[in-house]
């Protein structure tokens, strides 16, 4: 399985912007689903943007859509998360993740991820 490793997390302050990055080890994910996914303190895992193998479709909880934007470019093997206009309610560890599955439609069909990256937002 492929390896991938986040980076961009940090602390900002609410209103403000980050943007996630996570690269891949292997080539085999450019023919995978994507997407970023995020724990907050007791709460739930949820997909918070979702991106096909070709970037040709993605999709977001509504809670952050209209503020965040997912990509990936296949030739770097890197997926984006563009966060602007950020709220306290975002604080939590977001996760890269990739999907072998054929059109994975639940969380559970993201069987790779990495370490996770820190996101805390102040009010």
């Known amino acids: 399985q492929a390896q991938l490793v986040e980076s961009g997390g940090g602390l900002v302050q609410a209103r403000g912007s980050l943007r996630l990055s996570c690269v891949a080890s292997?080539?085999?994910?450019?023919?995978?689903?994507m997407a970023w996914i995020r724990q907050a303190p007791g709460k739930e895992r949820e997909i918070v943007a979702a991106i096909t193998w070709n970037g040709g479709s993605t999709d977001y909880a509504r809670s952050v859509e209209g503020r965040f934007a997912i990509s990936r470019d296949n030739a770097k093997l890197t997926l984006s998360l563009q966060m602007n206009n950020l709220k306290p309610e975002d604080t939590a560890v977001y996760y890269c993740?990739?999907?072998?599955?054929?059109?994975?439609?639940?969380?559970?069909?993201?069987?790779?991820w990495g370490q996770g990256t820190q996101v805390t937002v102040s009010s």
């Open positions: 993740e990739a999907s072998n599955a054929y059109r994975p439609g639940s969380i559970v069909d993201y069987n790779m």
């Open positions: 292997q080539r085999t994910v450019r023919g995978y689903d």
